[in-house]
């Protein structure tokens, strides 16, 4: 079994076919048993994505002209992420890594000379990737132009953070365990946390760790979660005997949330288009030993799945360009284009105006994406509030993001959360207006 070819093979797959990293690393690493093998593919797969457009740029200068073959691209780009980022040996690098193109004779001189090339040449190579932007922060240019015009003054941190690799932050089922209490078992098995001020249910690792080996994970002590999501809970501030709607809600890290934020709801209603997803969400709850309403349909069409019962509270994760999250995702900046914004933003409004009905006057609605970008997020609270008279911001304060014309953007890396957007909508209650 060659990793490196593994690894190249399902690099090739995200390139050429446009699957995501995610899905392609489930099945490659299947036939794998050797724990130590399938952290060194997945090592090579997020590396590779993460660095993609700095590794590209300088395979393009390697090369008389672009390679048409993906898997033999792949393969040399596998090589020169060995060589320049990973703890190999150069020498072992390159021969495991033409020893992975063995079948393709043509193939393996080839890769050979590339990466052999780049050992005499990486001062110089890599001087002019420095000197290129695209490949000095490894982002396509129109993502670059974008963050710069959203976030000018923070736009070098956005793209820094984005090639980072994330820390594992973990939100702890407070209806079960306080936090301390749960630090104290992390400490008794040798786990360094600290805990994160602002949000009472987060912890953050100082090494990332296998969930089986933290302490009450499946008994539903713990749960992976990054700290930007745990404040959804918090900021819909469910109380007992609410009814309460979460729409897109897969894969239910926030519908587990709010149940054990406020475990005496009304009911708590799980709605998601993708029965595949769903099944995660069913999954997640039963671990946490929690129980929703889960149903199956489109958010944007309630008239298919709601009973007419209004609700008290709605939280709308809306789905997005997920490029606040491009550190756990890298292959995001491969897959997404310019042009998918604008889909998302009429899909984002559509959702929003679809599911604003089902309000009860007095509730509130949270609107949330893992976006950084302003058309998915305050322009579109904008757009949603010039033509709803019903609908009015409740602003929160808040010691993290930045406050925008409406809600508040978290910046990738801030208290080292995820990118995300946050905005209240409270519906006016319109037999008081009568009063």
């Not at 006057?361 to 609270?381: D, F, R, V, W």
Request: glycine content about 6%; charged content about 20%.
């Amino acid at each position: 079994m060659n990793t490196r070819l593994i690894a190249a093979r399902a690099l090739s797959r995200i390139l050429q076919d446009g699957q995501s990293l995610t899905a392609v690393l489930e099945s490659a690493l299947q036939p794998v048993e050797s724990s130590k093998d399938r952290a060194f593919i997945q090592a090579l797969c997020y590396g590779v994505c993460r660095t993609y457009h700095r590794l590209d740029f300088i395979l393009s200068k390697l090369l008389d002209k672009p390679l048409k073959d993906q898997d033999v691209k792949a393969l040399a780009l596998v090589g020169l992420y060995q060589i320049k980022y990973m703890r190999v040996k150069a020498h072992a690098a390159v021969s495991e890594t033409v020893l992975a193109a063995r079948k393709k004779p043509w193939a393996k001189a080839l890769v050979n000379a590339l990466l052999r090339s780049y050992l005499r040449e990486q001062d110089s190579l890599e001087q002019k990737a420095d000197n290129v932007q695209y490949a000095a922060v490894s982002h396509p240019d129109w993502l670059i132009r974008q963050i710069e015009q959203d976030w000018p003054e923070q736009a070098q941190q956005i793209l820094e953070e984005n090639n980072q690799q994330p820390p594992m932050a973990l939100r702890v089922n407070l209806a079960r365990i306080s936090r301390d209490q749960y630090l104290q078992q992390l400490g008794a098995q040798g786990i360094a946390a600290i805990a994160v001020d602002f949000c009472p249910s987060a912890i953050i690792l100082d090494k990332p760790s296998v969930v089986d080996a933290l302490p009450g994970f499946a008994e539903g002590l713990v749960s992976v979660q990054d700290t930007a999501a745990q404040l959804a809970a918090e900021l819909l501030a469910a109380q007992p005997g609410h009814r309460v709607l979460d729409v897109c809600a897969a894969p239910g890290g926030k519908s587990a949330h709010i149940l054990e934020y406020q475990p005496h709801v009304r009911e708590l209603m799980a709605v998601d288009i993708d029965e595949s997803r769903m099944q995660r969400v069913r999954e997640n709850l039963s671990r946490l030993r929690l129980s929703a309403n889960l149903v199956v349909g489109d958010a944007a069409n309630p008239q298919g799945w709601w009973d007419g019962q209004l609700f008290d509270r709605i939280l709308l994760d809306a789905p997005c360009s997920a490029l606040g999250v491009i550190r756990r995702h890298p292959d995001i900046k491969l897959l997404r284009k310019a042009g998918d914004i604008k889909p998302l933003q009429t899909l984002q409004l559509n959702i929003l105006q679809a599911v604003w009905p089902l309000l009860a006057p007095g509730g509130i609605l949270l609107y949330a994406t893992c976006s950084i970008l302003k058309q998915e997020n305050e322009q579109q609270i904008n757009t949603f509030l010039a033509e709803h008279s019903d609908a009015a911001e409740l602003p929160f304060d808040a010691i993290w993001g930045l406050a925008g014309s409406h809600g508040r953007q978290i910046i990738t890396g801030e208290s080292a959360m995820d990118g995300f957007y946050y905005a209240r909508l409270e519906k006016s209650d319109w037999l008081l207006g009568m009063l």
